[in-house]
């Protein structure tokens, strides 16, 4: 009888530890699946050509501090390592996706850059998007402010 204990606890502990490398945390299921940003992957890209810009801003102007593009002009995206939505001069947070349209949203603090978008893709390419920027400017005393809003839709 004891012969036979021993042999179990061995037994016991010889299998437990080899299921507990082969079971791996939950944390790692989560960034695996991670990985995927609603029907986009990390390194995805795609051109869209922009079909028009709004400007809401007191001067009629886009501020310098803002991604500036024509009216025709293709713009190369692309999904970042952490799902953002990525382009010339700009990076948008992913936020999450409902039905096929992909949302983005970065920045809080209105004195700078604020970016969102939402970009509508099923499978395949994604067949239309649409970027704004907001951005609040002080100049002083004198000149005051200016509110800034560009929206870019492809």
């Known amino acids: 009888m004891k012969t036979l204990l ?15 490398v ?7 299921f989560v960034e695996f699946a991670a990985k995927k940003y609603g029907n986009f992957k990390a390194g995805d890209e795609f051109t869209l050509k922009v ?4 400007i809401v801003s007191s001067n009629g102007k886009i501020h310098p501090k803002m991604p500036t593009f024509r009216k025709g002009q293709n713009i190369k995206f692309k999904i ?7 382009g010339s ?12 349209v992909h949302d983005y949203l970065s920045g809080g603090d ?18 239309a998007a649409s970027v704004t920027f907001n951005l609040v400017v ?7 402010f200016g509110s800034y809003q560009v929206t870019y839709t492809f």
């Open 80 to 86: 970042g390592k952490k799902g953002e939505l990525t």
């Open 110 to 127: 209105p004195y700078k850059l604020i970016g969102s978008a939402k970009v509508t893709k099923g499978t395949g390419k994604p067949k």
């Open 138 to 144: 002080i100049s002083g005393p004198i000149s005051g």
């Open 51 to 54: 079909k028009n810009v709004t």
């Open 89 to 100: 001069g700009f990076s948008i947070n992913y936020a999450y996706i409902t039905g096929d």
């Open 22 to 28: 082969q079971a791996a945390p939950a944390a790692e």
């Open 6 to 20: 021993t042999t179990l606890i061995i037994a016991c502990s010889a299998v437990l530890p080899i299921s507990s």
